[in-house]
C-alpha cells in the first residue's frame, strides 16, 4: 500500500508540474523581447526591417581611433562619441558571454592596459 501510494503521489505531482509549465510556456512565447522592435524602412518601399537592439545616440559602430590609447582613454572617447552605451574595459582572452548587444562595446587591452583591437558595437 505504501509502495503504491508513493507511485500515485509522484504521477500527480508530474502532472501538475506539467501543466503549470505548459500553463506559463505561452505567457514567455508571446511576451515581446525588451530589445526587439520593429522599424519602417522609408526608403525601402514601405517595407518593414527588424532590428535588434538600438544602437544608441550615434552613428557609429566602430572605433579604429582608440587602438594604442589606454583603455581607460579609449572608454572616455567612447562615451564622448554616445554616453548611452555601455563600455567595458576587458583584457585580451578574458572570458565573456558570446551575446550579442548593440549597446555594448568591449576594449580589449594588453598586459600594458593598451587596446589592442579595433572597439566594436556587440
Known amino acids: 500500500m505504501n509502495k503504491s501510494f508513493s507511485?500515485?503521489?509522484?504521477?500527480?505531482?508530474?502532472?501538475?508540474?506539467?501543466?503549470?509549465?505548459?500553463?506559463?510556456q505561452d505567457e514567455y512565447d508571446n511576451r515581446p523581447l525588451d530589445l526587439l522592435k520593429q522599424k519602417r524602412d522609408e526608403g525601402n518601399g514601405g517595407a518593414e526591417k527588424v532590428v535588434i537592439g538600438t544602437?544608441?545616440?550615434?552613428d557609429k559602430s566602430s572605433w579604429p581611433e582608440v587602438v594604442g590609447m589606454s583603455g581607460e582613454d579609449a572608454k572616455a572617447a567612447i562615451l564622448a562619441d554616445d554616453d548611452s552605451l555601455k563600455v567595458q574595459v576587458v583584457p585580451e582572452g578574458s572570458m565573456m558571454t558570446m551575446d550579442y548587444r548593440l549597446d555594448r562595446v568591449r576594449v580589449f587591452v594588453d598586459s600594458n592596459g593598451k587596446v589592442t583591437q579595433e572597439p566594436r558595437l556587440g
Open 7 to 24: 507511485v500515485l503521489f509522484f504521477i500527480v505531482i508530474v502532472a501538475v508540474l506539467s501543466i503549470a509549465a505548459a500553463s506559463h
Open 55 to 58: 544602437m544608441g545616440k550615434g
